[in-house]
């Protein structure tokens, strides 16, 4: 029999899971806003709007995703690495 998914487990296929839909929600919406009829009204219409907001969510959905698999992997803080500075050598 196999084990109980750890909560580990359950939050990586959780966090594919929003970078599989984030990624296509961006992609098609990027994609059809590109093709879409250019009326008179074009950037500001109800089509264009809807695609506008179903891209940020995509992206939103990514990002999330990519932070958690960061999380998850061990990368916990966004703040770079402390620099070091090599001694000067005459």
Same mark, same amino acid.
């Given at each position: 029999m196999g084990q109980r998914p750890t909560l580990e487990i359950k939050l990586a296929e959780l966090a594919n899971r929003f970078r599989f839909v984030g990624l296509g929600l961006a992609f098609l919406a &990027?994609? +059809?806003f590109l093709f879409s009829p250019r009326e008179a009204g074009w950037p500001f219409d =109800?089509? $264009?709007d809807f695609l506008a907001a179903t891209f940020a969510v995509g992206c939103t959905l990514l990002v999330c995703g990519q932070l958690v698999v960061r999380k998850l #992997? &061990?990368? &916990? $803080?966004?703040? =770079? =690495? =402390? #620099? +070091?500075i090599p001694p000067f050598k005459d």
């Open positions: &990027g994609i +059809t =109800p089509l $264009s #992997v &061990g990368f &916990g $803080s966004m703040e =770079p =690495p =402390p #620099v +070091t």
